[in-house]
């Protein structure tokens, strides 16, 4: 069988202050989720485990996100992180700090006939 995206759902997170990426992703992430209901899961009877979720999450400092605790923030199933450049970094006014924005896209593939 071929895996079939079923799902694609997209989030924003911040942190405000102290540029903190991994933070911002995980909001990111929450966001999206918050977004979604797997109610078709049910109705198809998928196991939740069984489905493969691809987490795609964009910052400015892609290496200062820890992937690991992004995919551990995922309820269900086999779960991939990537870290890309994106999202955007807004420096205060003094230099000294930036609010970080992170982007975050969250696929769902079923094994589909």
Same mark, same amino acid.
Do not use: C, F
């Given at each position: 069988?071929?895996?079939?995206?079923?799902?694609?759902?997209?989030?924003?997170?911040?942190?405000?202050?102290?540029?903190?990426?991994?933070?911002?992703?995980?909001?990111?992430?929450?966001?999206?989720?918050?977004?979604?209901?797997?109610?078709?899961?049910?109705?198809?009877?998928?196991?939740?485990?069984?489905?493969?979720? +691809?987490?795609?999450?964009?910052?400015?400092?892609?290496?200062?996100?820890? #992937?690991?605790? $992004? %995919?551990?923030? /995922? *309820?269900?199933?086999?779960?991939?992180?990537?870290?890309?450049?994106?999202?955007?970094?807004?420096? +205060?006014?003094?230099?000294?700090?930036?609010?970080?924005?992170?982007?975050? #896209?969250?696929? $769902? %593939?079923?094994? /589909? *006939?």
């Amino acid at each position: 069988m071929t895996a079939r995206r079923v799902i694609l759902e997209m989030g924003a997170g911040n942190d405000l202050h102290g540029r903190d990426y991994t933070k911002a992703a995980l909001r990111a992430v929450q966001d999206a989720l918050h977004h979604s209901s797997l109610a078709m899961l049910r109705s198809l009877k998928v196991d939740p485990e069984t489905m493969l979720v +691809d987490v795609t999450i964009g910052v400015q400092q892609p290496e200062r996100v820890d #992937a690991e605790q $992004v %995919r551990a923030s /995922l *309820p269900h199933g086999i779960v991939s992180v990537r870290v890309v450049k994106g999202g955007l970094d807004v420096p +205060d006014d003094a230099g000294a700090d930036a609010a970080v924005i992170a982007s975050a #896209a969250i696929a $769902v %593939r079923l094994d /589909l *006939p």
